[in-house]
Nanobody
Framework: QVQLVESGGGLVQPGGSLRLSCAASGFIFSINAMGWYRQAPGKQRELVAIIGSNGNSNVADSVKGRFTISRDNAKNTVYLQMNSLNPEDTAVYYC?????????WGQGTQVTVSS
């Protein structure tokens, strides 16, 4: 079965950096697009970044120039490098993918940006 396990979240000061990882299993990782989403308290889940099977990627305007998505097909892992973090980036971050028309989510990892 599809499993997505996020890690790397934590508490960081404004201006700091974190790298999130999402380890995937249960499907052919190399041919799937992967996405990172986030959900802040009281807000809807929003797309942060997406990367295709060919490595082409796109990020939301709100994080452009600060966040980078990448993937390592040998490790079945997708990453989200987050730099210049600010309090508005505080949220639970989720990775996702689609297999056989069904959307799968990880359990999420909390990112808190605070001094």
């Amino acid at each position: 079965q599809v499993q997505l396990v996020e890690s790397g979240g934590g508490l960081v000061q404004p201006g700091g950096s974190l790298r999130l990882s999402c380890a995937a299993s249960g499907f052919i990782f190399s041919i799937n697009a992967m996405g990172w989403y986030r959900q802040a308290p009281g807000k809807q889940r929003e797309l942060v970044a997406i990367i295709g099977s060919n490595g082409n990627s796109n990020v939301a305007d709100s994080v452009k120039g600060r966040f980078t998505i990448s993937r390592d097909n040998a490790k079945n892992t997708v990453y989200l490098q987050m730099n210049s973090l600010n309090p508005e980036d505080t949220a639970v971050y989720y990775c996702n993918t689609v297999k056989s028309g069904r959307l799968y989510w990880g359990q999420g990892t909390q990112v808190t940006v605070s001094s």
